[in-house]
């Protein structure tokens, strides 16, 4: 088969795989679960296709249907996309495994609309990463809105709804006051929405306004949380934790990071940006955001509420790096999507493993728990250790490109952003992993537990274990991405 | 002697199907024949709109007589948009009139009924189909007055109030229409409106030419419901019968926005509109009050009956900033949304009526978890609320599209702001129903979904509302083409 | 009223009198003021003085509701028929030339059956309005 026809399966997949489950295995619980694993590996499996085929050097498109005369949705493969796709696809298949031990151990309902509205989540995914113009990006930009929505309310007490409400509003808010204004005022400049490396906005465009517009996608792109528009993110944490897991730490903020990496390269160019001062004002924004967010993490005292900040800080660190503009950050910002991913996921999957085997949601409560659950502390410490970007953890790997880059530009304002973030991670990180270790129990619990049950167990292991992995193997990557970054210049 | 014919037919069979209705017994036979009517009326209207895609007009003299002394019917690419458009509502909301009026009114005043609807069928594609400025006017009267009718055939007492409000202020909308008519024939001696458009430009500066303007512009946005002349809607719209609700929120208001449009650039000229009459100044100031203001009203409603008639009346808004654009990009955006907003309103309408076929109110409390109980038939009302927030692969979007892409190239931000803020207010209040009929519980759980009858003409609207959303091709070409031929930017 | 012997007798005698009147506007509405809209009310206005005068119990035996229905809509039924006549051989709508082999002859035809038409449904429903007004009071027992 040919890169394009697994590129059309794997846009397919997921919507098919929803259709499975409504249709025929609604009745039957275990088949339910086993069509979401199946679609994921299905998933999984082309992107790999596609990625061979790309890695072969074959011209990989798709188009659907032209919406407006000159105006596609049209697909595309390039690294970022095709890296993007494989990070979600692949943790899809982990998250599923995940979530059988999650629903199971705490006898959730209406867990058909839960597969269902995940697997059409990460078929929006799959409709962003590879999407070929603006238009195709907003389209499944949207779709995956709309489909996390009944997931952040699955609960359906007054506390989903409320979270679930925020999270609409000012997703939906920011698309339609900034994202779309930005992308309909690009078709106005440029005549084209088509992704092209370098840009497609005019050379001689004024300044002002390449800053206006560019404010726009970063504001309008809100899924990538950078302050003020993060609230969401917070907001949504009234999900069940492979929701928080999969799509908050995964799916939908890469979705958003993404599409702002996409639009600095590919709609308006490094070159064109690097000409224009005002552009550092962004810079600040995300440099901002990163600290911003780092203190207020620090005086969180959910377990969930804490990553939440924490992932708005991890995001604005690929936010600047794109912004920086040069060759290194730009690799530090790609390898950091793919660290943060495994090192947020596995976080969110040892709260949610914490929360089923002892119902503990705050921190304080986790004094002692080490000696109960080693090895979901263990995964722990691991993603801690990730997020500090503390060897050998993937977390280094990215802030090393990250540094890298700034030091090209002797940029001091970022080097002293990167310095306080990491110390101000240390500082909430590290005592919640002593306290789990090398403190005793406040109480002994009324029941007695061990580890989670072992899928959800499985589940971190694995991404713990890929946490560490990606400090040992990431030259593939940092290839792919290198060769995108120059020919970008 | 079909072809030859084909333009006066979508108007004689309703006319003659009516009188044959009111001849028929109680019970089901009127409904029958006005579907079946309804039918042939889309289908007809579809061959004449793929023959005017092509670009072609067609002209038709009526009792052959020749224009300009005679009345011609006339169909190029706007009014055969309006007429494909009429006659799909009619084939939708017909078939689902007869359980849902059925429920709501019973059976023994049905050929009444069924002639009435009939009549306002016939008039409304008189008005989308002639050519003739008087012949509008017989037309308008004939729908008019069915409407008030079939508003006032309401059970709720409060139908004939709302009923009457709405006969007073068509009424003076009408006739401040057919003022307007007269000063111009008293100027121009025709009422062909080809003819008109060609001989307005000689007297353009008389004040009787401006006066004619005044009373015509302004009798026809009492019939559209623009801000502040909306008043008769909310009432009408919530007291009526649900089929009626949903014919009257797919077509009337188009209807009047099309002789908005055909006025305005078709007649008068963009030129002597915008420059010599300061038509923008007025459209756009009273557009964006009525969009913000209605939309605010509605998320204050109870009853979702109503919110959606205040929600049509900020819609109508949209439409009408697009007009006062007076761009090409404009006109065309409004024709969309023309088209657009029909397909939304009249699912939303439908599905409404589909949910209180069993739960007997549109009182929101009423609704608590009726998703789970009414499964099919809250997806459509969720699918259709989507279309009109702007989804994208809804209709919605694509006039959302082409009014932002409108105002950006006139530079007009504060403009984009409100069509977005808009939007944002449509999220608000179809949310709050989603809110309530999805993640709340309701008394019981046991399903008792809308019959197959009902739900089926909704489904067609709203999986048209995709259809239309994903391909373009017959809207947007007929609404870009129709946008041409009018003359866009003066 | 009916005891009213005068108004009884002069009744009578005017009735058949203005059915013939209205007749006659009706046939004249091309050449003088007339027509069917004038020939309905006329028409209508004899049954209705009828009404006024022998008490509406007398009047609607004579004139049943459910036959002024009918009646109603045949009459426009006749009018859009002759439209439809005019399609069939061969002419647009309402083309009443093409009715008769002399293209004026066809238009007289056609003038005439369709203030028939016109006439029919004025005057059927003028007296429908007045059962409705009329009927909501008890007819008085003069």
Redesign the interface.
């Known amino acids: 088969m040919s890169g394009a026809s697994w590129l059309q399966a794997a846009l397919a997949i997921p919507y098919l795989g929803a259709l499975l489950i409504i249709a025929v295995l609604s009745r039957h619980p275990n088949l339910r679960e086993s069509a979401s694993l199946l679609t994921s590996g299905a998933l999984f499996a082309s992107v790999l296709m596609v990625l061979l085929a790309f890695l072969r050097g074959e011209p990989i498109e798709a188009r659907l249907?032209e919406?407006?005369?000159g105006l596609s949705i049209a697909f595309h493969t390039e690294p970022l996309s095709i890296l993007f796709a494989l990070l979600a696809s692949g943790l899809w298949i982990v998250t599923s495994v995940y979530s059988i031990g999650y629903m199971r151990g705490l006898n959730e309902k209406h867990q058909t609309r839960f597969y269902v509205c995940f697997a059409i989540s990460l078929g929006a995914a799959m409709g962003i990463a590879f999407a070929a113009n603006l238009?195709t990006l907003?389209?499944f930009y949207?779709?995956l809105t709309?489909a996390t929505y009944?997931l952040v309310?699955h609960k359906?007490n007054e506390e989903?709804?409320m979270g679930?409400?925020v999270y609409?509003?000012i997703l939906?808010?920011t698309s339609?006051?900034f994202l779309?204004?930005a992308i309909?005022?690009t078709?106005?400049l440029a005549g084209t929405l088509d992704f092209r490396l370098g840009g497609i906005l005019p050379r001689d465009l004024d300044p002002l306004i390449t800053v206006l517009l560019l404010a726009l996608f970063v504001l309008g792109a809100a899924k990538a949380a950078v302050m003020p528009v993060h609230r969401w993110l917070p907001a949504a944490m009234v999900a069940p934790t492979p929701v928080s897991a999969l799509l908050h730490a995964v799916a939908v903020v890469k979705a958003g990071v993404f599409a702002i990496v996409k639009v600095v390269l590919y709609v308006f160019g490094t070159e064109m940006l690097g000409q224009v001062p005002a552009e550092r004002m962004l810079v600040y924004l995300a440099g901002f955001t990163i600290v911003a967010a780092s203190l207020v993490a620090l005086r969180q005292s959910n377990i969930k509420r804490m990553l939440a900040y924490s992932t708005v800080g991890q995001l604005s660190y690929v936010v600047l790096a794109t912004l920086v503009l040069t060759s290194f950050s730009e690799i530090g910002a790609a390898l950091h999507i793919i660290a943060h991913a495994f090192g947020k996921i596995t976080l969110f999957f040892t709260a949610g493993a914490i929360y089923v085997a002892s119902k503990k949601t705050e921190l304080s409560q986790l004094r002692g728990i080490g000696r109960r659950m080693p090895i979901t502390m263990t995964a722990f410490a691991i993603g801690a250790l990730s997020m500090i970007g503390v060897p050998p953890t993937a977390g280094f790997v990215s802030k090393w490109y990250i540094i890298a880059g700034a030091f090209q530009l002797d940029d001091y304002f970022v080097l002293t952003v990167l310095a306080l973030s990491t110390g101000l991670n240390a500082a909430y990180f590290l005592p919640v992993i002593f306290r789990a270790f090398f403190r005793e129990e406040d109480q002994p619990p009324a029941k007695p537990h061990g580890e989670a049950p072992w899928p959800m167990v499985a589940a971190l292991s694995t991404t713990a274990l890929l946490t560490l992995l990606f400090f040992f193997y990431n030259g593939p990557v940092v290839e792919l991405e290198s060769g995108l970054v120059g020919k970008s210049r | 002697?079909i072809a030859?014919?084909l333009v006066?037919l979508p108007v004689?069979l309703p006319?003659?199907a009516?009188?044959?209705a009111?001849?028929l017994p109680p019970g089901r036979k009127p409904w029958l024949l006005a579907t079946g009517i309804a039918w042939l009326v889309f289908a007809a209207s579809l061959a004449l709109a793929l023959r005017a895609l092509g670009g072609e007009v067609l002209s038709?003299?009526?009792?052959?007589w020749e224009p300009p002394w005679g009345i011609e019917y006339r169909l190029d690419a706007a009014n055969a948009l309006l007429m494909v458009l009429i006659g799909a509502v009619a084939a939708a909301v017909f078939p689902f009139a007869g359980p849902s009026v059925k429920r709501e009114l019973g059976e023994e005043k049905s050929p009444l009924f069924y002639?009435a609807l009939l009549l306002f069928l016939a008039g409304q594609l008189g008005i989308a189909v002639t050519g003739d400025a008087f012949n509008v006017f017989v037309f308008l009267e004939i729908s008019s007055l069915a409407s008030y009718t079939l508003v006032a055939s309401g059970k709720d007492r409060k139908a004939l109030t709302a009923a009457f409000s709405y006969l007073i202020i068509g009424t003076v909308g009408a006739t401040f229409y057919l003022i307007g008519i007269g000063l111009l024939y008293a100027l121009t001696g025709t009422l062909n409106m080809a003819d008109l458009a060609a001989r307005i430009p000689e007297v353009a500066e008389t004040r009787a030419a401006h006066t004619a303007f005044a009373f015509i512009v302004v009798g026809l946005c009492m019939k559209i419901a623009l801000f502040p002349l909306h008043l008769w809607l909310p009432n009408a719209y919530t007291y009526a019968p649900s089929a009626v609700t949903a014919l009257l929120a797919a077509s009337s208001t188009k209807v009047a926005v099309y002789l908005l449009i055909r006025f305005v650039y078709g007649i008068f000229g963009a030129d002597f509109s915008y420059r010599e009459m300061p038509l923008a100044w007025l459209l756009i100031p009273l557009a964006v009050v009525g969009l913000l203001s209605t939309s605010l009203v509605a998320i204050g409603q109870n009853k979702v009956k109503r919110m959606l008639a205040y929600s049509s009346v900020a819609q109508i808004g949209y439409m009408v900033l697009g007009i006062g654009m007076a761009s090409s990009l404009g006109l065309a955006a409004a024709l969309l949304h023309v088209f657009n907003h029909a397909l939304m309103k009249g699912a939303l309408f439908m599905a409404l009526g589909a949910l209180v076929y069993r739960v007997g109110t549109s009182r929101l409390h009423q609704w608590r978890g009726i998703g789970r109980r009414m499964p099919w038939t809250m997806a459509a009302f969720v699918a259709a609320g989507?279309s009109l927030?702007?989804?994208?692969?809804t209709v919605g979007f694509?006039s959302?599209?082409y009014l932002?892409?409108a105002a950006?190239?006139l530079g007009f931000w504060p403009i984009?702001?409100v069509i977005?803020?808009g939007?944002?207010l449509a999220?608000?209040y179809i949310?709050r129903v989603i809110?309530v009929a999805?993640?709340?519980?309701g008394e019981s759980d046991e399903r008792c979904e809308a019959p197959l009858s009902l739900l089926i003409p909704t489904w067609v609207l709203v999986i048209a509302n995709f259809w239309f959303g994903?391909?373009?091709r017959l809207t947007?070409g007929l609404a870009?083409l129709a946008a041409q031929s009018l003359g866009g930017t003066p | 009223m009916s005891h009213h012997l005068i108004l009884r007798v002069v009744a009578k005698f005017l009735i058949p009198l203005i059915l013939v009147y209205g007749l006659y506007v009706h046939f004249h509405g091309e050449v003088s003021p007339g027509g069917g809209f004038q020939a309905g009310v006329l028409v209508a206005s004899a049954f209705i003085l009828h009404a006024l005068i022998f008490g509406l119990n007398k009047t609607r035996p004579i004139a049943r509701p459910g036959v002024l229905?009918?009646i109603?809509?045949?009459g426009?039924?006749l009018y859009?028929?002759t439209?439809?006549a005019?399609?069939?051989f061969?002419?647009?709508?309402?083309?009443?030339?093409?009715l008769a082999a002399d293209p004026v002859k066809g238009q007289h035809l056609g003038i005439i059956l369709i203030e028939l038409g016109v006439l029919f449904t004025v005057a059927s429903v003028m007296l429908l309005i007045f059962y409705a007004f009329a009927g909501r009071q008890k007819p008085e027992a003069q």
């Open positions: 249907i919406l407006f005369p238009l907003f389209i949207e779709v709309l009944p309310a359906e989903a709804r679930a409400r609409l509003m939906i808010t339609f006051v779309l204004p309909v005022w078709y106005a | 002697m030859h014919n006066a004689v006319l003659l009516a009188a044959v009111v001849l038709y003299p009526m009792g052959g002639a989507l927030i702007g989804v994208p692969l694509v959302k599209w932002v892409l950006i190239e984009v702001a977005v803020i939007s944002l999220v608000i949310g809110e999805w993640f709340e519980k994903i391909d373009t947007v870009e | 229905k009918a109603a809509a045949g426009v039924l859009g028929g439209g439809v005019g399609m069939l061969g002419g647009e709508f309402l083309h009443y030339g093409v």
